[in-house]
Each structure stands twice: as structure tokens, then as C-alpha cells.
Nanobody, 123 residues
Framework: VQLQASGGGLVQAGGSLRLSCAASGRTCTGYRMGWFRQAPGKEREFVAAISWSGGSTYYANSVKGRFAISRDNAKNTGYLQMNSLKPEDTAVYYC?????????????????WGQGTQVTVSS
């Protein structure tokens, strides 16, 4: 499975961005999809995740109420809608896929990773 993240950019605080993650190589049937981010000098951290059906979603406390994760299985694509962005949201954002579809939200439990897309929020 190859993942391609896109949609990052430079935005002012309070603005919005929508990230996309397109999967290719095979259909991600049953996979959980997640978004992570890594700021300079910091460890990669969990942002959001969504089950295959879309019926279960998970968010880091820092983004709850501002970010929304979704997926379109027909298009083999996942999305992360980011609203009310803050300067502390600045990071490289990565999408990832967990082929077991369950388990802890830690990045260690994800099998496939995209290349990352830069999100920069100016104050």
C-alpha cells in the first residue's frame, strides 16, 4: 500500500485546511486510517484516526472540536479537515494505515505511511 498525503500549506491562525490521503496499490479494506504530526524537535504524535466503517473516530485532546477525520472508501481516500488552526498546529502531517483495523493509537501500530505534508500556521 502506498499513501500520498496532500493539502498542506501556509495559513493564518484561525484558518482552515483540508488534508487528503490517497491510497494506492491495494484497497485498504478493514484498515484503520490515522493522521499524525511531527513538529521540529518533537516526537511524532497522534492526531486522529478512523475505523474502516467510519463509525469510530478518535482524536487527540489538542485537536478535539477543531479537526474532523473522514474517509471515502470508494475512492480509497481519507481526509482531515482542520479548522480554527493555531500556530501550535504547525508540523509535518502524516497519514498512516493500520491493516489490523484495531489496537492502540500509537504510531508503532501502523503499517503504512505517507510521505508527509507541511502545515504552517502563522500568528
Amino acid at each position: 500500500v502506498q499513501l500520498q498525503a496532500s493539502g498542506g500549506g501556509l495559513v493564518q491562525a484561525g484558518g482552515s485546511l483540508r488534508l487528503s490521503c490517497a491510497a494506492s496499490g491495494r484497497t485498504c479494506t478493514g484498515y484503520r486510517m490515522g493522521w499524525f504530526r511531527q513538529a521540529p524537535g518533537k516526537e511524532r504524535e497522534f492526531v486522529a484516526a478512523i475505523s474502516w466503517s467510519g463509525g469510530s473516530t478518535y482524536y487527540a485532546n489538542s485537536v478535539k472540536g477543531r479537526f474532523a477525520i473522514s474517509r471515502d472508501n470508494a475512492k480509497n481516500t481519507g481526509y482531515l479537515q482542520m479548522n480554527s488552526l493555531k500556530p501550535e498546529d504547525t508540523a509535518v502531517y502524516y497519514c498512516a494505515a493500520n491493516r489490523r483495523g484495531s489496537g492502540p493509537l500509537s504510531p508503532h501500530y501502523y503499517d503504512y505511511w505517507g510521505q508527509g505534508t507541511q502545515v504552517t500556521v502563522s500568528s
